[in-house]
């Protein structure tokens, strides 16, 4: 079995992947790092995901690096922009060159006495061949997102093997799907549902949005006119940094409105909604959720085009429960059925933690939904491994660059100080343990027995606020009383 060591091994070569790269090589230059991806290619997520109309859900001054600005005038961007500008940062920092492609992780395990992970990763060669091969690093730093890219959440459907037509899933979108001129029916509520609808309307008979019940539903401009303004009349990075600083405290805002005045903020989003589909809709039934804003994650559509869509009777809303599939379509729990030729399970992600890998630590195998979350990246009692997560309510980004920063300053106080383990403990026996999301999401509901706790206090606690975590990761002590040193 080939080994290989390295200071700092980085495990996803998506957008958190990249990061990591970039903020090592900038700054730990004396470090040696690898970054192991799975598959064949740059990107994560954004070269997983091939459905049509993907985009970002976050506009791209805060989903953008904060090392590099986003420069397109589209604030909310395709797919093929964002993993476009993934590759550009990856190639500027001439980061290609550390990553091992088809190299998938299934293992890790720490020894104290050596301060060392040995990590094993299956390798594909040849003809779908696979070796397994090892390598050692000082420090593990996992970015290989939140959930299972092998395969989306997908319900038992009554009758599904009755169904005459095709049935896909998002995530593993099929090269050779034609539906132009198709009755479509996209089974979900969500931010993949809510893309997909109105870019498949352009071509397809129909498209029907089917959902159990409604998401609140927000229209933004696809092109930020101020941000526009500003970077034709100031340099590229004083105008990204204004813009998102902008976006940023407005998120903050929203979402603390969204927490105080709950109420208030639902009027806002539903008038919105009333004032795109005309007084006629029956907004009570399609798009007022049973909950609160801000309960689970907002969706954000683009120019309203989901509205417009539906104005031109190109896609429709049915709110009702699935009775069972049939040769022709979908039979409703109130009798009625809508004929589809294709339908799309837009059902939501399965999450796992660290990639779905293997831990044991000094042989004994972390259980993590019995751990900790320290400063939302480390865990209690596993040394010298951070995750890069992003927030839920806010870009995926603002926290992984926090986090990559972090580390570093992390690799840094241990390397000045001649410490080779860095471990979170908490040895405060009231600190109660909490789940790390409070979303009502499915797909979060179906995990969170599974995933980290969090404390209810610093620093276990996570307080998915941007401006607290800079005060916090940027600014604070490193050595805080609870990080072990040896």
Known sequence: MSSEHVDVLIVGAGLSGIAAGYHLKHKCPGKTFAILEGRGAIGGTWDLFRYPGLRSDSDMYTLGYSFKPWTDPQAIADGPKILNYVRETAFENRLEETIRFHHRVRRASWSSSEARWTVEAERTIGEGA????????????????YY??????????????????????????????????????????????????PAMAKTAAHVTMLQRSPTYVVSRPAQDALANKLRRQLPAKLAYHLIRWRNVMFSMYFFQLSRRKPQRVKELILGGVRRALGADYDVATHFTPRY????QRLCLVPDGDLFKAIRDKRASVVTQEIDRLTERGIALKDGSEIEA?????????VLQVLGGIEVTVDGRAVDFSKTLNYKGMMYSDVPNLAAALGYTNASWTLKCDLTCEYVCRLINYMDRHGYKQCMPHN??????PLPSLSFTSGYVQRAVAELP?????????????YALDIVSLRFGKVDDGVMRYS
């Open 292 to 295: 609160n804003p801000w309960d």
């Open 130 to 145: 696979i070796e397994t091969v090892r390598f050692t690093c000082n420090f593990l730093f996992m970015c290989a997102g």
């Open 427 to 432: 040895d405060d026996s009231t600190i109660k």
């Open 341 to 349: 030729d294709i339908i799309v399970t837009a059902t939501g992600l």
């Open 453 to 465: 706790k969090q404390g209810d206090r610093r620093p276990w606690r996570l307080y998915q606020n």
């Open 148 to 197: 299972r890219y092998e395969g989306g959440y997908r319900p038992e459907f009554a009758g599904a093997g009755d169904f005459g037509g095709r049935m896909v899933h998002p995530q593993a979108w099929p090269d050779d799907l034609d539906y132009a001129g198709k009755r479509v029916v996209v089974i979900g509520s969500g931010a993949t549902a809510v893309t997909l609808v």
